[in-house]
Nanobody, 116 residues
Framework: QLKLVESGGGLVQPGGSLRLSCAAS????????MSWYRQAPGKERAFIAT????????NCADSVKGRFTISRDNAKNTVYLQMSNLKPGETAVYYC?????????WGQGTQVTVSS
């Protein structure tokens, strides 16, 4: 059974950094691009970044370019999101997702709170 488990969230001060992890199991994650989204309170879920199956290609939202980096370690079936210079408006639940061609699956999310 496909499963995505996010971790690494927490409370961070404005300007701080966090690294999120997404552990994949139940499927061959190295065959698929994977992405990160976030959902702030009262807002729709929004795209942050995506990475190709081999990790050689990435794309991210303009709002996070230069501050967030997506990467993956296929040997560990894990995708990462390194976030720096975090802003208060980026408080949200951060989700990992994959579309296997049959359906899109989501993790349970990890809460990131940016506050002083």
């Amino acid at each position: 059974q496909l499963k995505l488990v996010e971790s690494g969230g927490g409370l961070v001060q404005p300007g701080g950094s966090l690294r999120l992890s997404c552990a994949a199991s139940g499927f061959t994650s190295s065959n698929y691009p994977m992405s990160w989204y976030r959902q702030a309170p009262g807002k729709e879920r929004a795209f942050i970044a995506t990475i190709g199956s081999a990790g050689g290609s990435t794309n991210c939202a303009d709002s996070v370019k230069g501050r967030f980096t997506i990467s993956r370690d296929n040997a560990k079936n894990t995708v990462y999101l390194q976030m720096s210079n975090l802003k208060p408006g980026e408080t949200a639940v951060y989700y990992c997702t994959v579309h296997t061609g049959l359906s899109r699956s989501w993790g349970q999310g990890t809460q990131v709170t940016v506050s002083s």
